[in-house]
């Protein structure tokens, strides 16, 4: 017998906007870490519409590194949100600092194309 596809889902991880942090384990060396997160979906402001992109963050960390984890479900928690594309890339980057303090931060949201239009937010920290 097949499973039944349509089945209630049972998700025990959330949306969640707390960005936890875990000790950087060289911070006397210079690297940087990079995550692309293909996935990244918010709302139109103005149509309620969902919005697709990539988001790509890079930085160079100090005393604290982003714990994936964390950093997904923070990610997801946009889903419902209406927010101008902009505002959603600067916002995430401000969070992302406040929560580890890098170095340097970029992050990149590379939105899939609507009404004709490819929209790439590149913000940057310092």
Same mark, same amino acid.
């Given at each position: 017998?097949?499973?039944?596809?349509?089945?209630?889902?049972?998700?025990?991880?959330? $949306?969640?906007?707390?960005?936890? @942090?875990?000790?950087? $384990?060289?911070?006397? *060396?210079?690297?940087?870490?990079?995550?692309?997160?293909?996935?990244? @979906?918010?709302?139109?402001?103005?149509?309620?519409? $969902?919005?697709?992109?990539?988001?790509?963050?890079?930085?160079? $960390?100090?005393?604290?590194?982003?714990?994936?984890?964390?950093?997904?479900?923070?990610?997801?928690?946009? *889903?419902?949100?209406?927010?101008?594309?902009?505002?959603?890339?600067?916002?995430?980057?401000?969070?992302?600092?406040?929560?580890?303090?890098? *170095?340097?931060? @970029?992050?990149?949201?590379?939105?899939?194309? *609507?009404?004709?239009?490819? @929209?790439?937010?590149?913000?940057?920290?310092?």
């Amino acid at each position: 017998m097949y499973a039944n596809p349509l089945q209630e889902c049972s998700v025990s991880a959330k $949306p969640s906007r707390d960005l936890e @942090t875990f000790p950087n $384990p060289k911070p006397g *060396r210079e690297y940087e870490i990079s995550f692309e997160c293909g996935e990244f @979906t918010c709302l139109c402001p103005r149509t309620g519409q $969902p919005d697709f992109a990539t988001m790509t963050i890079t930085y160079v $960390p100090d005393r604290q590194c982003v714990e994936l984890k964390s950093l997904k479900l923070y990610l997801w928690s946009y *889903r419902d949100v209406g927010a101008f594309h902009e505002d959603v890339v600067n916002h995430i980057l401000d969070d992302l600092v406040k929560a580890c303090s890098p *170095r340097r931060m @970029t992050v990149e949201g590379d939105f899939f194309i *609507r009404g004709g239009i490819h @929209t790439v937010v590149t913000a940057k920290h310092p």
